[in-house]
Nanobody
């Protein structure tokens, strides 16, 4: 079964950190670039970062640049999102996505930044 499963979301105070994980199964993970998106309440889904198949190339939305870091471990079929200096406006459901000739979405994990 082709799937992506996110984990690591939760409640964190402003200025805090979280690391999200996205575990892939059922397809050749290393053959696909990966993206993280987020969707805040009442807003459109936003692309926040992309990582190449081998993890060498990354890109970030301006809203998270310098605070978030994406990485992947192809041996573990997992992509990560390290989020530092979190702000209330980072509150959203975070989704990972594999794209190419196959497109796969995870179910999302909720991140809430609040004091």
């Amino acid at each position: 079964q082709v799937q992506l499963v996110e984990s690591g979301g939760g409640l964190v105070q402003p200025g805090g950190s979280l690391r999200l994980s996205c575990a892939a199964s059922g397809f050749t993970f290393s053959s696909y670039p990966m993206r993280w998106y987020r969707q805040a309440p009442g807003k459109e889904r936003e692309l926040i970062t992309t990582i190449s198949r081998n993890g060498v190339r990354t890109s970030y939305a301006n809203s998270v640049k310098g605070r978030f870091t994406v990485s992947r471990d192809n041996a573990k079929n997992t992509v990560y999102l390290q989020m530092n200096s979190l702000k209330p406006e980072d509150t959203a459901v975070y989704y990972c996505n594999a794209y190419g000739d196959l497109e796969v979405w995870g179910q999302g994990t909720l991140v809430t930044v609040s004091s």
